[in-house]
């Protein structure tokens, strides 16, 4: 069983920016294969970037170029960092890891 919580969601202007942090807990031996994910206002939930099994990051072609997904091993934890920040990246922000999700944060993005 794997613990997730997110943190670091919040009200922003478009072009400016956020962190997602996401911490994982439970039996642990690499954090290949986490990701993020968002939902938007009456949308499905969509992968934005994860890590694959080999250690390579893999971006949604909508947020190549302005999020960038980085981790930290020894926390077990990976974080977003979203620049450029558009009305259309407003959504409910996942963590997801072997089956399990975190609870969420909300990003707004408006003027």
């Known amino acids: 069983q794997v613990q997730l919580v997110e943190s670091g969601g919040g009200l922003v202007q478009p072009g400016g920016s956020l962190r997602l942090s996401c911490a994982a807990s439970g039996s642990i031996s690499s954090i290949n294969g986490m990701g993020w994910y968002r939902q938007g206002p009456r949308k499905e939930r969509e992968l934005v970037a994860f890590?694959?099994?080999?250690?390579?990051?893999v971006y949604a072609d909508s947020v190549k170029g302005r999020f960038t997904l980085s981790r930290d091993n020894a926390k077990n934890t990976v974080y977003l960092q979203m620049n450029s920040l558009k009305p259309e990246d407003t959504a409910v922000y996942y963590c997801g890891f072997r089956g399990s999700w975190g609870q969420g944060t909300q990003v707004t993005v408006s003027s």
């Open positions: 890590i694959t099994v080999d250690s390579r990051t």
